[in-house]
């Protein structure tokens, strides 16, 4: 495993993130606690030490099954979880990162994941209301009051990565990235977080599982899976699987799956600390470590469509040796 340090080393995290959206059982197709249990503890095995959840997800479940599936090592490794959408008992969601709503969930999240400091507490989405400067400055109480360990924030724009980083100390700005949506870079996104010193974590780092090749024309979705109106599947779809096309060939060049290349492919980035992945199976746990290895500039670009056609290369049985 390879790891990187936020804020000048107060978290070392693994490069490789375990997303914990699926393990609510919403939105991605249902995902039994063993199953959930043993994904975690395969990742453990493997030297994953950040594992990212949200209160949001499936209302809670993702928090507690995450919790159960850690035990006591949950104290080990790099919690990450969010506030800041809510929800109503009819399962309609809303952005809120009111200091009310704030103190609510925070408590929330401590009760479900069994602990009494959050390593890292993430803003989920700013809510176009509530002064982001507000929001940081009453995170950083509860850093001095212990219940928070660092302050992180997701989805922001430029403009709001400025401001939330001059009201106080953020580790770590959580956006979309991978080799079909690059908006991050464009955006300026990346600037911005260059600009404050903040890393990158990036979540969609396999286009929603597109990037896996595991999907085709064929493949169809549950009206509740968030894939069934994901623009990576339902946007650009021709383009989006030439993108997966270019993965392949590289990847048949090293000996890896396209996962491991999509996941090489942002890891590459000089600005990206770790890449967050949802893991279902102790089997896509294994897969994702095997993203862990070093593509050549050429094959950077070559995926980007940003390159020629690639020279002959190495002869998988010679290649895909992980860094």
Known sequence: ????????????????????????????????????????????????????????YGFGTSEERLSYALGARRHEVVIATKFGVRWNAGGAVWRDVSLAWLDEALHASLRRLRLE???????????GVTPLEAV??????????????????????????????????????????????RAAETSGVFSACDGARIPVVTHSSLAQGLCSGNYGPASTFAA????????????????????????????????????????????????????????????QVRENVGALWTM???????????GDVLAPGPAAAHAGHAQ
């Open 1 to 56: 495993m390879q790891y990187a340090q936020l804020a000048d080393g107060a978290l070392r995290v693994s490069r490789i993130g375990f997303g914990c959206w699926q393990l609510g059982g919403h939105g991605w197709g249902p995902i039994d606690s063993h199953t959930a249990t043993a994904a975690v503890q395969a990742a453990l095995d493997l030297g994953i030490t950040l594992f990212d959840t949200a209160d949001v």
């Open 296 to 306: 050549s500039d050429a094959e950077w670009h070559y995926i980007a469509d940003e």
């Open 224 to 283: 509740d899976d968030v894939r069934s109106r994901s623009p990576y599947f339902n946007g650009a779809y021709a383009a989006n699987m030439a993108v997966v096309a270019r993965m392949r060939v590289v990847g048949d060049r090293h000996g890896k799956a396209p996962a491991q290349v999509a996941l090489g492919w942002v890891l590459r980035s000089p600005r990206v600390a770790a890449a967050l992945v949802g893991i279902k199976s102790a089997a």
């Open 136 to 181: 940081v400055e009453r995170l950083s109480r509860y850093i001095e009051s212990g219940k928070v360990g660092a302050v992180g924030c997701c989805n922001c724009t430029p403009a709001e990565i400025a401001r939330v980083a001059a009201a106080g100390p953020i580790v770590s700005l959580q956006t979309a990235y991978n080799a079909i949506d």
């Open 117 to 127: 400091r959050i390593p890292l507490y993430q803003v989920h989405w700013p809510d």
